[in-house]
Each structure stands twice: as C-alpha cells, then as structure tokens.
C-alpha cells in the first residue's frame, strides 16, 4: 500500500502560482499512475490531473487545462503539481491519490491528509 504526503499549498493572489508536491512510500510506486484531486468547501471531492506510471500520458480536468501540469519523478517517489494562473476558484484542499491506469479519474488505495490552496483576488 501506497502512502501520501502532500505538501506546498499556501494562500497566494490571483495570477500566482505554486507547486504541489506528493511524496510516497513504498517500492511500488512507479507501477502507478497518480492524479491530483481537489476538495473546496461545501463541494464534492473532484478530479484535477493525472498522470501514467511512466509519465508519458497526462489528463486535466477542462477546469484546469493550459494552467496546471502534473508531472512525476519515479527515482524521488513524488508527483507534483505545477499550477499557475491561479484563480480564487482554485482554492481548495488538494489530495494525491493513486488512480485507476484505465481511468485517471477513479482514485485507488487510500487518501494522504491534503494541502490548502488559497488563492485571494
């Protein structure tokens, strides 16, 4: 079993950017592709990004699109999140999970404790 940590949230303006980091346990975490979800309060949990296991293939949410890029580095065990253009609607708590390599936006396995994205206008 695959464990998460998240980190690099922050509060930041509008136009800003950060850069999420997911860092995982195990040996088996390059046989995984991964994807990026996102929580804002009162909403659902919903999907933001993912990526194959070898880094080859990416997804984004329409949301998203031209402003965010997932990204990983299998020897660090650690997905990022690139997110730029950051809209006051992009604040959220952000979640890594491992998903589904048939369907990025299905997540697998258990969920790490998140990271607060802020952004003020």
């Known amino acids: 079993q695959v464990q998460l940590v998240e980190s690099g949230g922050g509060l930041v303006q509008a136009g800003g950017s950060l850069r999420l980091s997911c860092a995982a346990s195990?040996?088996?975490?390059?046989?995984?592709?991964m994807g990026w979800f996102r929580q804002a309060p009162g909403k659902e949990r919903e999907f933001v990004a993912g990526i194959s296991w070898s880094g080859g293939s990416t997804y984004y949410a329409d949301s998203v699109k031209g402003r965010f890029t997932i990204s990983r580095d299998n020897a660090k065990n650690t997905v990022y999140l690139q997110m730029n253009s950051l809209k006051p609607e992009d604040t959220a708590v952000y979640y890594c999970?491992?998903?589904?390599?048939?369907?990025?936006?299905?997540?697998?396995?258990?969920w790490g404790q998140g990271t607060q994205v802020t952004v003020s206008s």
């Open positions: 195990g040996r088996t975490f390059s046989s995984y592709a």
């Open positions: 999970a491992a998903v589904l390599d048939s369907d990025y936006e299905t997540p697998r396995g258990s």
